[in-house]
């Protein structure tokens, strides 16, 4: 009797477990049986494993073999064990050296003929295998560009479990050799956006809204008929946000690593910007779904934008799930056995008509909807949500005049001056842990030393008297006018920011 045993990664969220794959050889009848709460797919295993070392002319059939996947408390979901069920066996069984294969994490599914084949959630288990200490991976080769993104971490590939058995076999010292350099995992160029904010004409009052935002980190809502340019915009929020530092893009890919949307080549040091459609489910949108729990669109936006176009027209439940995550950053989906937590801290930009014929604001003669429709679509967008939106903004329709304008500001132009804002709040609230304003806790900025003077928040006192605000709709207009104060280049807001950031707060809700 002998044990064989290498390693794994167990995948809830973005987060990680290593995991000890142990093989038992004993005697008896032949059996193939895992445990260590194995999934669906995981526990079909044995087909795929037995088939794939026939390939490898190894024949397992005639073996008594017990796996544990330890900790055997932590759910195992996918494929992606494979591999190292594979190797633990054939170490167990004296096919491969039993000391060579203990410290390597296996992350491969295999295929019947013995081949090597991708599984998504290599990048999150790769940094996960890291910060456990484990050095050494081997992946399907078409992952190799995605594991060398994780910095120490040593990757080896084959592309047959036959040609993995003949490298062990072959390797001096047992130590597999790295797998050869096939892409660059530098950071892409960021310079392949191909969108401009000059492109948009006219608009003055909503491309400073926009450039407020992306200062800020600020929450948009764009409000105005068809054609007056609300995606448009709403596109172009992404070519003045600071790139991502390579800490935000490996968080960015780990999300998007789990739904197989990988870039070609590099790292993206772009903010991603996501824009579901309107019929999209709660699952869709936070996260979510039977079996293993994927990231929804909010995660996938993690670090960039969530553009929910046609606001008005998602379901009523799917609004109100991003509450919670809008105000802590993150999804936490629960289920009878686990909960998975994924990252989610996303600007949101809304855009919407202003009645369902979306003519009801500005020329109101060529409205067509009755009262009670335009107040029961006006409801879509509920209180509580509005609330979490610091920026309401008119987008009126485009005039003969404003095409005839001299070209705005580039994006290049307006995201110099993001980045001195945004460098100016980094300064101020880095000793506290934040980098933005809207990350800045409203009672923070209603105490000493950074309460400012009553004259200034005159108008704004009067709003929460008058409940016109809320004290949430309160917090969120300080930090809005400290916003509006660092793209001036002021040290304190003025009256005249806290009158705007006020004015900014309410005046793009859809019209009753």
């Given at each position: 009797?002998?044990?064989?045993?290498?390693?794994?990664?167990a995948?809830?969220?973005?987060?990680?477990?290593l995991?000890?794959?142990?093989?038992?050889?004993?005697?008896?009848?032949?059996?193939?049986?895992?445990?260590?709460?194995?999934?669906?797919?995981?526990?079909?295993?044995?087909?795929?494993?037995r088939?794939?070392?026939?390939?490898?002319?190894?024949?397992?059939?005639?073996?008594?073999l017990?796996?544990?996947?330890?900790?055997?408390?932590?759910?195992?979901?996918?494929?992606?064990?494979?591999?190292?069920?594979?190797?633990?066996?054939?170490?167990?069984c004296?096919?491969?050296?039993?000391?060579?294969?203990?410290?390597?994490?296996?992350?491969a599914?295999?295929?019947?003929?013995?081949?090597?084949?991708h599984?998504?959630?290599?990048?999150?288990?790769?940094?996960?295998?890291?910060?456990?200490?484990?050095?050494?991976?081997?992946?399907?080769?078409?992952?190799?560009?995605?594991?060398?993104?994780?910095?120490?971490?040593?990757?080896?590939?084959?592309?047959?479990?036959?040609?993995?058995v003949k490298?062990?076999?072959?390797?001096?010292?047992?130590l597999?050799?790295?797998?050869?350099?096939?892409s660059?995992?530098?950071?892409?160029?960021?310079?392949?956006?191909?969108?401009?904010?000059?492109?948009?004409?006219?608009?003055?009052?909503?491309?400073?809204a926009?450039?407020l935002?992306?200062?800020?980190?600020?929450?948009?809502?764009?409000?105005?008929?068809?054609?007056?340019?609300?995606?448009?915009?709403?596109?172009?929020?992404?070519?003045?946000?600071?790139?991502?530092?390579?800490?935000?893009?490996?968080?960015?890919?780990?999300v998007?690593?789990?739904?197989?949307?990988?870039?070609s080549?590099?790292?993206?040091?772009?903010?991603?910007?996501?824009?579901?459609?309107?019929s999209?489910?709660?699952?869709?949108?936070?996260?979510?779904?039977?079996?293993?729990?994927?990231?929804?669109?909010v995660?996938?936006?993690?670090?960039?934008?969530?553009?929910?176009?046609?606001?008005?027209?998602?379901?009523?439940?799917?609004?109100?799930?991003?509450?919670?995550?809008?105000?802590?950053?993150?999804?936490?989906?629960?289920?009878?056995?686990?909960?998975?937590?994924?990252?989610?801290?996303?600007?949101?930009?809304?855009?919407?008509?202003?009645?369902?014929?979306?003519?009801?604001?500005?020329?109101?003669?060529?409205?067509?909807?009755?009262?009670?429709?335009?107040?029961?679509?006006?409801?879509?967008?509920?209180?509580?949500?509005?609330?979490?939106?610091?920026?309401?903004?008119?987008?009126?329709?485009?005039?003969?005049?404003?095409?005839?304008?001299?070209?705005?500001?580039?994006?290049?132009?307006v995201?110099?001056?993001?980045?001195?804002?945004?460098?100016?709040q980094?300064?101020?609230?880095e000793m506290?842990?934040?980098?933005?304003?809207?990350?800045?806790?409203?009672?923070?900025?209603?105490?000493?030393?950074?309460?400012?003077?009553?004259?200034?928040?005159?108008?704004?006192?009067?709003?929460?008297?008058?409940?016109?605000v809320?004290?949430?709709?309160?917090?969120?207009?300080?930090?809005?006018?400290?916003?509006?104060?660092?793209?001036?280049?002021?040290?304190?807001?003025?009256?005249?920011?806290?009158?705007?950031?006020?004015?900014?707060r309410?005046?793009?809700?859809v019209a009753?």
């Amino acid at each position: 009797m002998s044990v064989g045993v290498t390693r794994g990664v167990a995948l809830r969220g973005i987060a990680g477990h290593l995991v000890d794959i142990e093989c038992h050889v004993g005697r008896g009848l032949p059996a193939f049986d895992i445990s260590g709460l194995p999934d669906t797919a995981l526990r079909q295993a044995p087909q795929r494993v037995r088939a794939a070392c026939l390939s490898a002319d190894v024949s397992l059939n005639s073996r008594q073999l017990t796996f544990n996947l330890s900790p055997a408390s932590i759910p195992k979901h996918g494929t992606g064990f494979d591999l190292g069920i594979a190797v633990a066996a054939l170490a167990a069984c004296g096919e491969l050296p039993v000391g060579a294969v203990r410290g390597i994490a296996h992350l491969a599914e295999l295929g019947l003929d013995g081949r090597l084949r991708h599984v998504a959630g290599v990048l999150p288990a790769v940094l996960a295998a890291q910060r456990s200490g484990c050095a050494h991976v081997v992946v399907a080769p078409e992952d190799v560009v995605e594991a060398r993104l994780v910095d120490g971490v040593r990757v080896s590939t084959a592309t047959s479990l036959h040609g993995l058995v003949k490298a062990y076999r072959g390797a001096p010292r047992g130590l597999l050799p790295e797998a050869p350099e096939t892409s660059s995992s530098t950071p892409a160029p960021a310079d392949e956006r191909r969108v401009d904010l000059a492109d948009v004409s006219g608009q003055h009052e909503a491309r400073a809204a926009l450039m407020l935002a992306a200062a800020g980190g600020h929450h948009l809502l764009l409000n105005g008929p068809p054609g007056s340019g609300k995606t448009m915009l709403a596109e172009r929020l992404v070519t003045i946000l600071p790139p991502l530092t390579r800490e935000q893009a490996l968080e960015t890919l780990a999300v998007r690593s789990l739904v197989g949307s990988m870039p070609s080549r590099g790292i993206d040091l772009v903010p991603p910007f996501v824009a579901p459609h309107h019929s999209a489910s709660v699952a869709a949108l936070v996260g979510g779904g039977s079996g293993a729990v994927l990231p929804g669109a909010v995660s996938q936006a993690h670090h960039g934008v969530l553009f929910l176009d046609e606001a008005a027209e998602f379901g009523g439940a799917v609004l109100q799930a991003l509450r919670q995550p809008l105000e802590s950053g993150q999804v936490v989906v629960a289920r009878a056995r686990e909960q998975v937590a994924y990252p989610a801290r996303v600007q949101l930009v809304l855009a919407a008509n202003p009645c369902p014929c979306g003519e009801g604001h500005g020329k109101g003669l060529l409205c067509r909807c009755r009262p009670t429709e335009r107040r029961a679509y006006a409801a879509r967008l509920s209180g509580p949500l509005l609330d979490r939106v610091d920026i309401q903004v008119q987008v009126p329709k485009v005039s003969l005049a404003d095409l005839h304008e001299a070209p705005s500001d580039s994006s290049a132009d307006v995201a110099e001056r993001v980045v001195s804002a945004r460098a100016s709040q980094r300064r101020r609230w880095e000793m506290q842990g934040w980098q933005l304003n809207s990350q800045v806790p409203g009672p923070v900025l209603r105490r000493t030393p950074w309460r400012l003077p009553s004259a200034t928040t005159a108008a704004l006192d009067r709003a929460l008297d008058l409940g016109q605000v809320t004290l949430r709709g309160y917090d969120r207009v300080l930090r809005l006018a400290w916003t509006s104060a660092d793209l001036n280049g002021r040290g304190t807001p003025s009256a005249t920011d806290v009158g705007l950031a006020l004015m900014y707060r309410t005046q793009g809700a859809v019209a009753a």
